[in-house]
């Protein structure tokens, strides 16, 4: 079992850690917030961010009671 480290999905490098963020939905896939078209501003900790693939699910889904 091997632990990778994650990679921005838009530029492909694992670095500047502090500023990669993970999806809230998968959790596997990240992408640094300069990297994001618009750029999201800091502090990247505290956003709620879902990938390309889970914001399409979630739009798709009814939320109708």
Do not use: K
């Not at 961010?49 to 109708?64: D, I, P």
């Amino acid at each position: 079992f091997v632990i990778q480290r994650p990679t921005c999905i838009m530029c492909g490098i694992g670095d500047m850690e502090e500023m990669l963020m993970v999806c809230n939905e998968c959790g596997a896939r990240s992408a640094h917030s300069f990297c994001l078209d618009p750029p999201l501003p800091p502090p990247v900790a505290t956003t709620l961010w879902f990938c390309g693939r889970c914001s399409q699910r979630r739009r798709s889904v009814c939320w109708f009671a």
